[in-house]
């Protein structure tokens, strides 16, 4: 099945510019969305389609997509950005389609 | 507002069984496809079951296929996750979550609040 893997963790100074990566085989060729979670509370979808942003997500949060790493960035960082980031694809050939990535811990420092 | 409203969540036994549901509001429940999704404590997310607006079409995980069934009912606006043979392994916080679909791909939004099952003796 496919693996996509994260950085357990990235640190960042707030106002600086925090990205996160997803890596997984030929993964430029799938599409990659994008989960925040902070503690206690139910995911929020911040980047679909490797690169679009709902309705309400700050345009601080970009998306890119490209050969084997899909990548969050999350710029001028503010201390509510700290959470958990997961990427996510779905596996159209498998029947076991649905795949996350491993989390990434983002710490404001 | 589309809302997702999870319950049926509790303890129980290994070996034992428990039904999940999640009720939809807001949003036109018949046509859109519908997952569950779970969070062990401490750990990441775990795509757990897909079921297509009509039923149609289902896909598990290797995890929890022949134990678990995905169903829905659109007249009650409602998904289920009919849970059975649980295993110490399957405590987690359930997430139900509504596909949204282009071009082959699927992600998730909005996601419900959650419904904590945890299996111990």
């Known amino acids: 099945s496919y693996v996509l893997t994260q950085p357990p963790s990235v640190s960042v100074a707030p106002g600086k510019t925090a990205r996160i990566t997803c890596g997984g085989n030929?993964?430029?060729?799938?599409?990659v969305h994008w989960y925040q979670q902070k503690p206690g509370q139910a995911p929020v979808l911040v980047i679909y389609?490797?690169?679009d942003r709902p309705s309400g997500i700050p345009e601080r949060f970009s998306g890119s997509n490209s050969g084997n790493t899909a990548t969050l960035t999350i710029s001028r960082v503010e201390a509510g950005d700290e959470a958990d980031y997961y990427c996510?694809?779905?596996?159209?050939?498998?029947?076991?389609?649905?795949?996350f990535g491993t989390g990434t811990k983002v710490t404001v420092l | 507002e589309v809302q997702l409203v999870e319950s049926g969540g509790g303890l129980v036994q290994p070996g034992g069984s428990l039904r999940l549901s999640c009720a939809a509001s807001?949003?036109?429940?018949?046509?859109?496809?519908m997952n569950w999704v779970r969070q062990a404590p401490g750990k990441g997310l775990e795509w757990v079951s897909y079921?297509?607006?009509?039923?149609?079409?289902?896909y598990y995980a290797d995890s929890v296929k022949g134990r678990f069934t995905i169903s829905r009912d659109n007249a009650k606006n409602s998904l289920y996750l009919q849970m059975n043979s649980l295993r110490a392994e399957d405590t987690a916080v359930y997430y139900c979550?509504?596909?949204?679909?282009?071009?082959?791909?699927?992600?998730?939004?909005?996601w419900g609040q959650g419904t904590l099952v945890t299996v111990s003796s």
């Open positions: 979550a509504r596909s949204l679909i282009a071009a082959a791909t699927n992600w998730f939004d909005p």
């Open positions: 807001g949003f036109t429940f018949s046509s859109y496809e």
């Open positions: 079921i297509s607006s009509s039923g149609s079409t289902i």
């Open positions: 030929n993964i430029g060729s799938k599409s």
């Open positions: 389609y490797d690169s």
């Open positions: 996510q694809v779905w596996d159209s050939s498998s029947d076991h389609p649905g795949v």
